[in-house]
């Protein structure tokens, strides 16, 4: 096995809405090793949040794809789908293709265990990351496989599939929860997909009166958009405040991580979970209003075994916690089994797939250029991609 060329779009680790174009060389394989051609990957608001919390506790997204030899730069992870072009591990083969994180680059490579539903990347640093970041999903081909075939559809659940299963669990725990004793919901960022995913799956409940009334946060720019999924009863641009009716107990998903909007409402709100980050310019993020209660129970959620992690989730009711995906899938996949949550996650992301193309909420945008990258990278992170378009970028055809 000879080395590889590499080449990828490097973040700066002190100035993360700026990247740099970096050439060279993987080793050879050693064994127990894959290395994976980076057929595709998306960018969205999502990598906002990896980029501003790379380095926080239980998270350190930036020691995914660790960059040696360049402190001062940092591999922003991205999701993606890969095929395997080499291997010196007997349990995988060339040609199996998996989605999962990966970043801005032709090729990556890991030692790798088979799992139940693809591989788990192993070794070195990745076995003190959370065990989300290392697992990889084989792509079936199947008719119901969201990534099924080619053109929009399979692209887009590519870039949305993180949202989109985002957005299912979410779902689930409000329901589990109960509504946490709210009747409406509000998800701020409503323009990204993450929360038109997440309405999507609400729009049952707003239909069997499970959820009164549906709010969308955005800004000025963006309200249009929203209005025109149809998914919210009310858009408001975030000067505005939540309707001061009784009749209405707001849960707030918080994708927009703006401490402002919280303080201004929070009067009117049951719950917030604080789920992201796209305003990177908030003077406060909505992470520093947990409290103690708050924080204990973020810890326990990431750390903690599971059985204190559920004793903690019972005992605390914070009125703002961390919505922390991993341990509430773990818990679904309990509740379900396995194939059944994983048959549910792909039937929310079909769910959201075909109403935003279909609908003409969303079109797919395609970049293979090291410098279209960055300009992609670059307008995610100031906020100006549009709403209605969902990036796919490729390098796995540059040297």
Known sequence: MSKTPRIMVATKRKRKKETVILRDELPALQKGEVRFSVDKFGLSTN?????????????KFFHVYPLKGHKDLVNVPAWGLGTIIESENSEFNVGERYRGFFHMTNVVQMKAKRSSDGLVAIGGS??????????????????????????????LAMVAAPGALSGFVIYELLKMKDYYGGNSVVLTSASSKLSLATAVCLQEARKNGSVKRMIGYTSAANAEFVQSTGLFDDVLT????LPPNKGYQFVMIDVAGDAAIFQRNKTQLKKVLAVGGTHSNAKAST??????????????????????????????????????APSVMATLVDKFGKNEFEKMGDAALNKFVTAAIDNGWITVVRGDEPEAIQESYDRVFRGKLPPSEAVILSLANTV
């Open 126 to 155: 990745r076995d003190k990351l959370n065990k989300a970041y290392n697992r990889f999903v084989k792509v079936s081909d199947g008719p119901t496989s969201p990534f099924t075939g080619v053109g929009s559809k399979p692209d």
């Open 287 to 324: 992470f520093t209003s947990f409290g103690a209660s708050g924080v204990a129970k973020m810890v326990s959620g990431m750390v903690a075994p599971k059985s204190v992690a559920n004793w903690v989730d019972n005992k605390l009711n914070p009125k703002v916690e961390m919505f922390f």
């Open 47 to 59: 990598n906002v949040f990896y980029a501003q919390m790379g380095e926080a506790p239980f998270l």
């Open 238 to 241: 975030y000067d505005q405040s």
